[in-house]
């Protein structure tokens, strides 16, 4: 528990889709640029857009084999 609520993995946050609409200066947290998110999701996001994100966890479970081979996903 924190001073804020829950903080584990699955607990819900507000997270951007774009993570400096206005300027790096200001917050991304505006109208139609925010979605609920697990924590552990906007860690994994930090200061990337959803579609960065996506490209880079696709990267990194291409180079552990799993879309080469079916056998490698659980």
Do not use: M
């Not at 819900?12 to 979605?35: C, E, M, R």
């Not at 697990?38 to 180079?63: F, P, V, Y």
């Amino acid at each position: 528990y924190t001073a804020h609520g829950t903080s584990t993995p699955k607990s819900v946050q507000l997270g951007h889709i774009i993570p400096h609409p206005q300027g790096k200066d200001q917050t991304a947290h505006i109208a139609g640029n925010t979605q609920w998110i697990h924590r552990d999701c906007n860690i994994i996001q930090g200061d990337k857009t959803e579609d960065e994100t996506l490209k880079a966890l696709a990267a990194i479970l291409d180079s552990h084999g799993w879309f080469d081979n079916s056998e490698a996903c659980p």
